[in-house]
């Protein structure tokens, strides 16, 4: 560490468990660290050791108690030098007298060298940049203070400068404001000088440097914070051409409808526009601090049809707030501050053709008060018209964006089956990971991590990676298309395995070293769009193949070894390919000997061999280029002529 604070956390269950801090010093002859035991305390020297508990978590905060400023003269409780403290700490978790786990920290600071003296009040003033620099040192950015990296910087002590010495700053911003330039006759800085550049240098003093011109006069703007209003009609009475899908979900006063979804970095993002025909269903951490309402209930969403409709809401109380409230800190009852919040957002769009014909709204809400994490859940639906007793029949036959991958088990009486991914919870482990469904067009990866002992099995450990590979899977057939029927086999296609590679690599009796464990899962989905209904792309699942990627696994040592488990991480990734729903016809023998001629194709046209002859030449009027392209072939005929020899001896005759 390099600051007065770092942070850690704990992961498990910390009832019971006390942390301590403690000092080590390295043995003079060794130079190994001191044993650690369990007989610390939460302060060591400066040192102060916070702990912040959770659910199966903790939050372990080490910081420095002393100040780090320079001595001035006849001071005390200060930094003699610049590299103030060097230390080394020990972080020990204790249940009774066993240790658990085991934090080294070297620590490694210097002073603080920024200003803290008066200011003064007189104004500079600042030369005109443009005839003169605006300074000797422009890396001198602090005044009173040694500027890190600013050599030329007189406020820096020889002290200082060591410390940076081999990494100042260059160029004009590093001092250099006068460089010579390479138009000046005493300049040796080009590598190559041409014999006629003594005659054209110049003689100039730095002073008259071009590198004045450098500096501009900018000028201040305010910027543009662009909102989300759209012009969707250009006039009132313009009618709207209905969604498409993909196409953001409009409201009366032209702004996107938003609800909160999670971006690609994975964090919620609260203005995001609901998108036609895109189901998402989304949890988003939030506390009472951070809590932030939506869009308001009596919002008025246009149709497709400049038509707008009411949305129909309807509003329910939370009775276990335990499936919501994910941790909490432990405060006293008489200074909770609790309010009343949205937990969670059902929203079902009924929907026909390209045009939204009814929303309902349920809205879930509880108390939520300080210090306690609320997981919100929000989820979009769009369900047609013709849907009957929940079950969604798509007028569409074809995947939809965000729909579920449908799977079946063809070789089995029940024929349900499933494709799933991890979604991994509290640590992290496969043992307590849930699956969520693979969703058409959404490239995903995930994983989780499996617990393996030192004395694990090669064999064992590969056919457990594969066990719990293969659960993602349980089907042998993937729907073309989203209504596929079980009884028709012509709607399904095969997935195509590829075993993992089986290794026949002997690690002759080494603990903690396994080769060609399969802990990669790829699933590649192929499909094409083969047309569309009422504007809405169609698009069929082609082909699915399935394959592993092998991995090297070695046993990880903590320290002191003590700890005789290790992690693997096993990961699956599904990717989507689109490609042509029909082959591209061959290119014919016509067509290749075409395309030499093809001025749009080839680097050499010969077409226009003779450019200035040809349509193609604009210059001038093709009239005028026409006379002139035959006077020059004339000129060239009576060239040809008179150098023949027979003209010779024609003339003098």
């Known amino acids: 560490m390099s600051g007065p604070r770092v942070n850690s956390f704990f992961l498990g269950n910390s009832s019971g468990v006390n942390f301590s801090i403690i000092l080590s010093t390295r043995d003079a002859e060794t130079g190994e660290l001191q044993l650690a035991n369990c007989s610390g305390s939460k302060r060591a020297g400066d040192w102060n050791l916070d702990v912040t508990r959770g659910v199966d978590t903790a939050k372990v905060t080490v910081s420095l108690s002393r100040t780090l400023e320079l001595c001035l003269p006849n001071a005390t409780e200060c930094c003699p030098s610049p590299l103030c403290m060097v230390e080394t700490l020990q972080v020990l978790a204790c249940r009774g007298s066993v240790m658990l786990a085991q934090l080294l920290i070297q620590a490694e600071i210097f002073a603080n060298s920024s200003f803290t003296g008066n200011v003064s009040e007189n104004a500079t003033i600042i030369p005109n940049q443009a005839f003169k620099p605006l300074g000797s040192c422009p890396c001198n950015l602090t005044a009173g203070a040694c500027d890190v990296r600013c050599c030329c910087d007189l406020e820096c002590t020889p002290d200082l400068q060591q410390l940076f010495s081999g990494s100042c700053f260059t160029g004009v911003f590093g001092g250099d404001v006068n460089p010579p330039f390479d138009q000046l006759c005493s300049s040796q800085s080009m590598e190559y000088t041409p014999e006629w550049f003594s005659f054209l240098c110049v003689h100039s003093s730095l002073d008259n440097t071009p590198f004045l011109g450098y500096f501009y006069h900018g000028s201040i703007s305010t910027p543009k914070v662009p909102s989300f209003k759209i012009p969707v009609q250009s006039s009132p009475g313009k009618p ?35 998108a036609y025909l895109q189901n998402f269903d989304v949890k988003c951490l939030t506390s009472l601090e951070s809590y932030k309402e939506g869009l308001p209930r009596d919002v008025r969403i246009n149709t497709g049809t400049a038509d707008f409709i009411q949305q129909n809401v309807v509003y329910r109380a939370i009775t276990d707030r335990s499936k919501f409230i994910t941790g909490s800190e432990n405060l006293l009852a008489a200074e909770l501050l609790c309010q009343n919040v949205t937990f969670a957002e059902h929203y079902k769009f009924v929907w026909k053709d390209r045009n939204i014909e009814q929303v309902n709204v349920t809205v879930f809400l509880g108390s939520l008060c300080d210090g306690e994490i609320l997981t919100q859940r929000f989820t979009v639906e ?9 079950e969604e029949l798509y007028e569409n036959p074809g995947y939809q964006v965000g729909r579920p991958v449908k799977a079946a088990n063809l070789n089995a009486s029940d024929p349900l089956g499933s494709i799933n991914i991890w979604q991994p919870a509290g640590r992290g482990l496969c043992a307590s990971a849930t699956y969520r469904p693979v969703l058409f067009g959404v490239d995903s990866y995930s994983g989780c991590i499996l617990e393996v002992d030192i004395n694990e099995d090669c064999s064992l450990l590969r056919g457990s990676v594969t066990e719990k590979l293969n659960a993602l899977i349980q089907a042998t057939h993937i729907g073309k298309r989203d209504n596929s029927s079980y009884s028709d086999l012509n709607d399904w296609v095969e997935i195509i395995r590829l075993d993992p590679f089986t290794s026949n690599v002997s690690t002759g009796g080494l603990k903690g070293f396994c080769p060609d464990i399969p802990a990669n899962l790829n699933i590649h989905i192929i499909f094409a769009k083969v047309g569309a209904v009422q504007g809405i792309p169609q698009q069929q699942i082609l082909a699915v193949q399935i394959s592993y990627s092998t991995v090297l696994w070695q046993f990880q040592c903590g320290i002191g070894c003590k700890n005789t488990l290790s992690f693997l991480p096993i990961t699956a990734s599904v990717q989507f390919t689109q490609v042509p729903a029909q082959p591209p016809l061959p290119v014919t023998r016509y067509q290749r000997i075409y395309a030499e001629f093809d001025c749009n194709q080839n680097e050499v046209c010969w077409p226009q061999l003779l450019y200035p002859l040809t349509r193609f030449y604009t210059g001038k009027p093709y009239s005028q280029s026409l006379a002139k392209g035959l006077f020059l072939a004339f000129l060239v005929s009576i060239a040809a002529i008179m150098s023949n020899p027979w003209f010779s001896k024609l003339w003098k005759r």
Do not use: M
């Not at 899908?245 to 964090?267: L, M, R």
């Not at 769009?382 to 929940?390: A, C, E, I, V």
């Open 240 to 274: 709207f051409s209905g969604y498409r899908q993909g196409d953001p979900i409009i409201t009366e006063e032209d702004e996107y409808f938003t609800v909160p979804q999670q971006s690609t970095a994975g964090q919620c993002v609260g203005n995001a526009p609901v």
């Open 382 to 390: 769009f369900l047609s018209l013709n849907s009957t007793d929940g």
